[in-house]
């Protein structure tokens, strides 16, 4: 009987220190061809599982783009902002070649909080004005165990990988997922 107590609580701490794959929907317009090398990123990533989780996900993004030969600059969106003219200023300056929106869409909670969001990923071609990717990410926190830190990375990585699977980026490969 001990052995069977003790094999479920291995168990049960293992489903709890892991998280379930995020699932991927995306679209491409055929006719876009071109590389991004400077992308600006508006983003809500954050007011779902805070600040630690935000900083963590902007650093990989700027991390991998660096790798992959872009540069990117992130805005992170208050949803109660009521004047985004500084943003707009800014994103002017930065002069991009797209703009990357990474938007909550909806999730899922339960009673110890929120534990999956679906976050809805725009490409848009600064110049021309049309959407040229599309994506939609089933996202999961993981368990308890697993830092949030971790999370926040591994989204930048699901974001990018698909990116460069659907052929937007080009010069680097795809970076295989950490273990959480």
Known sequence: MKARHAAIIVVSFVVWACAPATRVQSNKAQDYTSEPKRVFVLTDVGSDFGDEYAQ???????????????VIEVSRINPLEL??????????????DVVLSIFRAGGTRNQSGLFHVIYDVRLQDAQSKKMVWRANFSFYRGGGFIPIADRGRALAVDITNKMKEDGIVRSCPVIKPEAS
């Open 83 to 96: 004047d985004n003219s500084a943003r707009t200023a800014r994103m002017k300056d930065f002069n991009p």
């Open 56 to 70: 963590a996900f902007e650093e990989r993004l700027a991390g991998i783009a660096k790798d992959c030969g872009a």
